[in-house]
C-alpha cells in the first residue's frame, strides 16, 4: 500500500521560502504524475500543480504560477515544492497525491505564512 510523507511546513514571514518535501513508499512512484494540493482553513481541497512521471513537465494553479516550483526524484521517491515569495493566502495544510487513481492521504504539512 502506497503511503505519503509530506515535511518541511512551517512558520515563515510574507516574502519568505520554504521547500516542501513527499516521501512515497511504493515501487511505482515513478510512473505517476504527482500533484501538490493544499487546503486551507474552512475551504475545500485547491490543485496546486502537478508534475509529470518523467519531471519533464509542470504545471501550475494561477494562484502560484510564477512562485512555487515542483521537481521530483524517483530515485528517491520523493516530490519537492519550492515555494518562494509566500504571501499570507498561501496558508494551508498541503498535501501530495497522485493526479489520478489517487492513494490515500498523508497528514499533511502546514504552512502559515504571517503578514
Known amino acids: 500500500q502506497v503511503q505519503l510523507v509530506e515535511s518541511g511546513g512551517g512558520l515563515v514571514q510574507a516574502g519568505g521560502s520554504l521547500k516542501l518535501s513527499c516521501a512515497a513508499s511504493?515501487?511505482?512512484?515513478?510512473?505517476?504524475?504527482m500533484g501538490w494540493f493544499r487546503q486551507a482553513p474552512g475551504k475545500e481541497r485547491e490543485f496546486v500543480g502537478v508534475i509529470t512521471w518523467s519531471g519533464g513537465s509542470t504545471y501550475y494553479a494561477d494562484s502560484v504560477k510564477g512562485r512555487f516550483t515542483i521537481s521530483r526524484d524517483n530515485a528517491k521517491n520523493t516530490v519537492y515544492l519550492q515555494m518562494n515569495s509566500l504571501k499570507p493566502e498561501d496558508t494551508a495544510v498541503y498535501y501530495c497525491n497522485r493526479l489520478y487513481n489517487q492513494v490515500t492521504w498523508g497528514q499533511g504539512t502546514q504552512v502559515t505564512v504571517s503578514s
Open positions: 511504493g515501487r511505482t512512484f515513478s510512473t505517476y504524475a
